[in-house]
């Protein structure tokens, strides 16, 4: 049976496109980046939040991915979380330089699902999300 997945996923903000790509290997991850020419680096970060609750998961340091971006990679997407919205965003210090982005394995599931051609690639997207909900309800009987 294949799991249903809803795409929650959204930018809100107006202050800069925040980009996301998924690279699958033996972990998820999500890897991030923005354009931005000739960047200073010394006090940019991404905040990772919980959407739901707001409490930070994690501040990643920004890495110039070449001259005009620049990005960090998100892989704190265990097995039981893949149905956890996160929020992020980049920060210049305090200031926050792009909007902030509304992301889930579910919700790019859910987006592949509905864009992709590639049949190989739905089924493993698919196999994915039933692998983490098993996870979870595994987990929750323990």
């Not at 200073?40 to 609750?53: H, Q, T």
């Amino acid at each position: 049976m294949i799991p249903e997945a809803v795409d929650g996923s959204k930018a809100e903000g107006g202050r800069g496109t925040l980009n996301t790509s998924v690279v699958l290997k033996a972990r998820v991850t999500l890897t991030l980046s923005h354009l931005k020419p000739g960047a200073n680096l010394a006090n940019m970060k991404f905040i990772v939040k919980d959407a739901l609750d707001g409490t930070v998961i994690k501040e990643l340091p920004a890495y110039n991915l070449n001259p005009v971006m620049v990005a960090a990679d998100f892989d704190d997407v265990g097995a039981k979380q893949m149905r956890r919205l996160i929020t992020v965003t980049l920060y210049d210090g305090d200031t926050a330089i792009t909007d902030t982005v509304t992301w889930s394995v579910e919700s790019y599931v859910a987006k592949t699902r509905a864009t992709s051609t590639d049949a190989g690639q739905i089924d493993l997207v698919n196999a994915m999300l039933t692998y983490g909900d098993a996870v979870a309800a595994y987990m929750a009987t323990q």
